[in-house]
C-alpha cells in the first residue's frame, strides 16, 4: 500500500471526512484490521482565508508547497489538496514535489462525463465558482461546462460553507435552502450537481438530490485509495456516497 498524504485543515471538518473514508475503503477492500497508510498535515485555516480574501494567491500557493515538501519528505507516495478552492493553485503545488498529486477537479470531472453529463451545477466557494480555473480545467480535461447559480444563491452557498459547515454548525434550515439553489440549477438547464467544496457533503446528501450528485470528497477520497491500492484509475469503485454530519 501507498502512503497517501493530506494537506489538510481547510477546513478540519472535511479533512476528518477524509480520513474516515480513506480508512473505510480500505477496511471494505482488504478486511480485518486493515486501514490507510496516511500522513496529515493539517494547516491554520485563518491563515489561508487570510490569503483567500486578500487575493494572495501566489503566497497561498508557497504555502501549500511547503506543506506538500514536507510530505514528501515524511514518505507520502502522492499528495491531496483536501479542498476544491486550493486547486487553484494545484499546479504550483504539483511543481514543488516529485510525487503526483491527486487532482480533484480532474477526478470529479471524470466522473462526471462518465455518467454521461455535460453541465453540472457548480456548488462551492464565491472563489470557486467565480474565479474560472474550475470552469477551465473542466472543460480542459473532461469536455464539461458546468454553470454557477446566481448571484444571490452564490452569496448562500459561500455563507453557508464558511459561517456554518466550516465551523461545525449543520443546519436543516440551510440544507432546505441548498437544495432549492439546486432546483433553481435545474431550471437553468443543469443536468447534474457537484458537490464542489469539501464540507458540503456534511450537509447534502447527492443521492437525494433532484439532479444527479457528485461528491467531489467522495471522488477525492476514492481516487486516492485507488492510486495507494495500484487499482485502476479507469473503473473507479464506488465508495459510500452520503458522509453522516
Known sequence: ???????????????????????????????????????????????????????RWDEAARMLARSAQGLERAGADCILICTNTMHLVADAVQAAVGIPLVDIVAETGRRIAEAGHSRPLLLATRYTMEHGFYHARMEAGAGLRPIVPNEA????????????????????ASRQEMEEVVRRGRDQGADSVILGCTEICLLLDPAKQVLPGFDSTTIHAEAAIRLALGEPLAAPRQLGERIAA
Open 153 to 172: 444563491d452564490r452569496a448562500l452557498v459561500h455563507r453557508v460553507i464558511f459561517e456554518e459547515l466550516c465551523a461545525g454548525r449543520v443546519l436543516d
Open 1 to 55: 500500500m501507498k502512503r497517501i498524504g493530506l494537506i489538510g485543515g481547510m477546513s478540519w471538518e472535511s479533512t476528518a471526512v477524509y480520513y474516515r473514508l480513506l480508512n473505510e475503503a480500505v477496511r471494505e477492500r482488504l478486511g480485518g484490521l486493515a486501514s490507510a497508510d496516511v500522513l496529515v498535515h493539517s494547516l491554520d485555516f485563518s491563515a489561508v482565508v487570510a490569503l483567500q480574501k486578500a487575493g
